[in-house]
């Protein structure tokens, strides 16, 4: 009786310790179970991390090269500013900023305009009025005050947006090697095209713009390479009030009809000018395309309008439009960095060094 007393405590000994041994082993095994889980998980998202940073790299490598997409610079470093030169000196007076559109214009007041001169540069003072938009690709334009008539370059590349940076430049990043550079001058509106670092390959570049003219208004490039811009009468342009739209419809199609033989403004060949300060005359020029016409939409710039008769006030013109290209070569060995530049300067502009330097006349070359 004592004997099968202690083989069933043993019995019961041993099952107990087997069960232990199981829920151990359990244990161990649910524990390794999750062990390996959180192992598989953390290996993949080490791997979709270390894969989600390559491609970011990659894509940041592939739009940088291939789109040309890179951080915005503003910054105009001393070799730039000598590049580009001062602005006219009324600038900061005039130059304003539309908070509301990001668009930057420049025009005397009324009560200043009609000075016969300068008295830095013995030429009219309000020859122009100029508008830079937050984005270039809606165009800068150089109005005439004399004619009204406005000419609008828009590049054909991709730029960053417009800011005004110290010296009253207005810049537009285009890449992270370049930079279109707008400054104002008495003469004219200058376009700097500024390359920081030397070009590789063959040495050459190309950039395009599209110039719309108003209707009546065309460009021809001459044997000298220059860009002239004519207007039929000038009669026909300036301040006018149109009763409807087939009063300016006529007054459109007479503009168009008649000889553009009125040179309202001239667009130079382009010079390219190294850190040095040395000009080429040979390494850059215009190609002007053929004449197209397209229809545009004029909004009512009335300010004491409410925006919605505005709207209903727009009317349609039509615009001429040539595909404008700089092509540029034998760039390599320069001297960086180096500037393309195509100016807009008033019809007298090849009358300016005409002007005598005297006491207090400052002659301001836009080239």
């Known amino acids: 009786m004592v004997l099968l007393n202690e083989v069933k405590q043993g019995k019961k000994s041993f099952t107990k310790h087997r069960i232990k041994i199981i829920r151990a082993a359990s244990r161990s095994a649910v524990y390794y179970s999750l062990q390996n889980r959180y192992r598989q998980r953390r290996r993949l998202f080490i791997g979709f991390e270390t894969l989600s940073i390559v491609s970011v790299i990659v894509l940041s490598i592939f739009l940088q090269t291939y789109l040309q997409i890179s951080p ?18 009324d600038t900061a007076q005039y130059l304003t900023k539309d908070e509301k559109t990001g668009k930057f214009s420049f025009a005397l007041p009324k009560a200043e305009q009609g000075e ?51 010296g ?25 095209i500024i390359i920081h670092e030397p070009v590789t390959g063959s040495g050459a570049l190309e950039h395009g713009f599209e110039l719309v003219l108003p209707s009546g208004v065309e460009a021809r490039l001459d044997d000298q390479g220059n860009i002239g811009i004519y207007s039929s009468d000038p009669t026909l342009f300036g301040n006018i009030s149109f009763g409807s739209d087939e009063d300016r419809a006529k007054v459109d199609k007479a503009r168009e009809n008649g000889d553009k033989t009125n040179l309202v403004v001239t667009i130079p060949s382009p010079i390219v000018k190294d850190a040095t300060g040395q000009e080429y005359t040979d390494k850059a020029s215009f190609t002007l395309g053929d004449k197209r016409t397209k229809q545009a939409t004029e909004a009512n ?22 595909d404008l290209t700089i092509q540029s070569k034998d760039l390599k060995e320069l001297k960086y960095p180096i500037s393309i530049d195509p100016t807009i300067q008033t019809s007298s502009g090849s009358d300016f060094n005409k002007v005598t330097q005297e006491n207090g006349v400052e002659v301001d070359n836009t080239n």
């Not at 915005?72 to 000196?89: A, F």
């Not at 100029?130 to 984005?135: E, H, I, R, V």
């Not at 109005?143 to 947006?161: C, R």
């Open 168 to 192: 009253d430049h207005i810049v537009y990043p285009a890449g992270s090697n370049s930079q279109l550079v707008y400054t104002l001058k008495y003469n004219g509106l200058k376009e700097d």
């Open 301 to 322: 710039t009335q300010d004491n309008l409410p925006e919605e008769v505005k709207a209903q006030m727009q009317t349609k013109t039509t615009q001429n439009v040539y």
């Open 72 to 89: 915005p610079t503003y910054t105009l470093n001393d070799p730039v500013y000598s590049l580009v030169g001062d602005s006219r000196d």
């Open 116 to 166: 016969e001169a300068s008295a830095h540069t013995g030429r009219i003072a309000d020859a122009y009025q100029a508008s830079l938009p937050l984005k270039a690709s809606e165009g800068v334009s150089y109005t005439d005050t004399k004619s009204n008539i406005a000419i609008g370059l828009v590049p054909q590349f991709k730029t960053g947006e417009g800011r005004k940076v110290d």
